[in-house]
């Protein structure tokens, strides 16, 4: 028994360790010389990523998780739930380091950066702000064995290999070769490469004619043999303004080829200054210079850029990692409960990729997404479609008909969810990357709290920050008292939930009387009825966005609103509770003190909002008085009803409600009803 226990220790420990690599297609050229080279100690695989999916594939299978470069396909891996348990490695090349690809990348859950050139790293450093110590060095290298070395000597036919683009210094690349041909137009310009830009490919046609050097410069396109090519070279010249090593360069070296390198940022760093030139008269110097040495230019490649050197490298820094994986996976054994986001569409093209990648952004990783769209028209439903294909945790409702309202969309939010906190929230808003982290953090530590939610950043729909919504808690009877006395809410809905409180109490987002205008102030009232408890934070944490689509804009809507929370109120809470001026404990006739309170309630709503003091100032200017007039009708409406049902009942307080009566009848017969 002993035996084969231990038979079993030592076969796990001989497996190798799962390493995957994840590249775009045709952008593996580096892949094949480090795989083949680590194939001997790790079990390799490599995966030309098409749709996003399949790097979930790909970590769920190893161990250690390679992305190739840093673009998209590591910012999508660095927030799976899988890279708290993975090893990851990202290689930076000089090209991404330029655009916006490493701003997406949650890079506290990057093990090891590998940068290729020290200048590189120091600029992405200073951008990011990364923690140097879990970044490294390690230059691409050079198999010699590839390319046939043998010595040379100075002559007239000059390479330029690579793409011919503005980082490549293409003005500069003809105006050297024009140097040189005037000192000899014996000189030849060989360009293995293709153009990236058709302005370059007109201004290289006129050029070269008004330069009359038709005869001495040959486009040969791409090249699959760059050895074959190089054979009958003297020079490889090098334009660029940047880059990180220029492989070109160095394969020309290993086969004796002479470099003429432009002093682009780092060069120096990388090659020895006796190739490298500032100026264009400093060039031809180079070419004209008959100090040619072959053995000189492959020795320096031997001893600066050898693969089997870099190797070494890259497997002492996978070994010293791979003796952290049970480290890690310690680390993360820590809850992490999954958590599902809702975000209701409707004709949200404009806003709807904040929104959504605000949370593919979050620094909680284990999330799933529910996008509901509301039978858009304007191109937003596609990409809702687009998200689903790309993102194994996004999952989309698509809706036949539009709803009229987020009501409908927050039920299915509520109905699908699978987390055990979930979060709705409208396509135009977004939040900030820890939002998730720290209401997550909140709920765990207070078990009591169904709710949590926080302040508010306004901004426009540039993203430009308008103004702030600072929140505080009130208990129960204090928020039924304010959407009394003022018609909104003062607890945001569109933050994070406990999903067992909707499980224990068999509830769900309700529509009351057709109104899906304030549905969120509402269902805070309907919420409290179920004795709902809940929490804050301090910190600003969603972005709120006002625009001129916003749906609070229609006053018509606001009023109706406004009316529907008022008698829900009244329908479903103790009359001490919204009312609590009144000493009920005096009054004689409850039921009768109750109906004409509410009946004057109703005629203060009433005037009110006629002489607009209850409507936003950011809406008066939007409205004249008859369409105001029309919409109250509402609470006239109402006030008689409450009035009507006094005189019924009781004589007591009659005067008080026959003037009500004859106050709300003479504005209903003055204005028309709708």
């Keep these: 028994m002993a035996n084969d226990m231990e038979f079993t220790i030592i076969q796990k420990e001989k497996r190798k360790k799962k390493i995957v690599f994840f590249v775009k297609q045709g952008m593996d050229s580096f892949l094949e010389d480090i795989m083949k080279g680590l194939s001997d100690i790790y079990e390799t695989k490599k995966i030309i990523v098409t749709e996003f999916k399949q790097i979930d594939e790909g970590m769920e299978w190893s161990e250690i998780t390679w992305f190739e470069w840093c673009d998209e396909l590591v910012a999508y891996g660095s927030k799976l739930e899988l ?19 490493p701003n997406d990348v949650i890079w506290d859950r990057v093990n090891m950066t590998i940068f ?13 702000q990364l923690d140097k110590s879990k970044t490294i060095i390690i230059p691409n290298g050079i198999d010699i064995n590839r390319y046939i070395f043998r010595e040379r000597k100075p002559g007239f036919r000059i390479a330029y290999v690579g793409y011919i683009n503005y ?37 290289f046609k006129q050029m070269i004619n008004e330069f009359g050097m038709e005869k001495n410069v040959f486009f040969e396109g791409w090249q699959d043999n760059l050895d074959v090519w190089l054979e009958d070279k003297n020079y490889i010249l090098c334009t660029s303004v940047l880059e990180s090593q220029n492989m070109s360069v160095m394969q020309s070296m290993a086969k004796g080829i002479k470099p003429v390198i432009h002093n682009f940022v780092g060069a120096k760093a990388i090659y020895s200054s006796k190739y490298v030139w500032n100026t264009i008269e400093e060039a031809v110097r180079i070419f004209e210079d008959n100090n040619y040495c072959s053995i000189e230019y492959l020795q320096f490649i031997k001893d600066n850029y050898s693969s089997e050197g870099k190797m070494n490298s890259l497997k002492d820094l996978l070994l010293s990692m791979s003796n952290n994986i049970k480290d890690i996976d310690k680390d993360n054994l820590k809850r992490m409960p999954l958590v599902t986001i809702g975000i209701t569409n409707y004709n949200g093209k404009r806003y709807i990729k904040k929104c959504v990648e605000s949370f593919l952004n979050q620094t909680y990783s284990n999330i799933e997404l529910l996008l509901i769209d509301d039978n858009s028209t304007d191109g937003s439903k596609e990409m809702i479609q687009e998200y689903e294909i ?41 939040v900030q990357r820890n939002e998730v982290e720290i209401f997550v953090k909140y709920l765990e530590e207070n078990t009591d709290k169904d709710y949590v939610y926080c302040n508010f950043n306004i901004v426009d ?91 609070s804009h229609n006053i018509e809507k606001r009023i109706k609103a406004s009316a529907a929370l008022y008698d829900y109120i009244i329908q479903n809470f103790n009359e001490e509770v919204y009312l609590p001026q009144v000493d009920w404990k005096t009054v004689s006739n409850r039921e009768q003190k109750k109906l004409l309170c509410i009946a004057q309630f109703y005629y203060i709503q009433l005037q009110n909002h006629l002489n607009m003091s209850a409507i936003p100032d950011y809406l008066k200017f939007n409205i004249a008085k008859d369409q105001i007039d029309k919409f109250c009708t509402i609470f006239a409406k109402e006030g008689l009803t409450y009035t009507n049902k006094g005189l019924l009942k009781f004589d007591i307080y009659r005067n008080e409600f026959e003037n009500m009566k004859i106050l709300f009848e003479k504005f209903l017969k003055e204005i028309p009803i709708i």
């Design 461 to 551: 729909e540039y993203d430009a920050l308008t103004g702030k919504w600072n929140y505080t808690i009130l208990n129960n009877e204090a928020v039924i008292q304010h959407v009394f006395n003022t018609g909104s809410g003062i607890i945001p809905m569109n933050c994070l939930y406990r999903k067992s409180f909707f499980d224990k109490n068999r509830v769900n987002w309700v529509i009351y009387k057709e109104n899906d205008f304030s549905a969120d102030t509402l269902n805070t009232l309907h919420f409290i009825k179920y004795k709902w408890n809940y929490g804050m934070v301090e910190e600003s944490l969603i972005n709120y966005r006002i625009h001129s689509e916003n749906a």
């Design 390 to 430: 790309n993102y194994s945790n996004i999952k989309a409702i698509y809706h036949e008909t539009n709803s009229g309202g987020a009501s409908k969309g927050v039920q299915e939010v509520i109905e699908n969810a699978k987390g055990e906190y979930f979060q709705w929230i409208a396509c135009d808003d977004y």
């Design 167 to 203: 980082k490549k210094g293409p003005m500069m690349l003809l105006h050297t070769f024009k140097a040189i041909f005037d000192k000899n137009p014996q000189y030849q310009l060989f360009i293995a490469g293709q153009f990236q830009d058709d302005r370059d490919i007109l201004y």
């Design 116 to 128: 290729i050139a020290e200048h590189i790293r120091n600029f992405v450093i200073e951008k990011l």
């Design 83 to 101: 890279a708290k348990r993975r090893l990851i490695i990202c290689r930076l090349h000089s090209y991404e380091a330029f655009t916006n690809y």
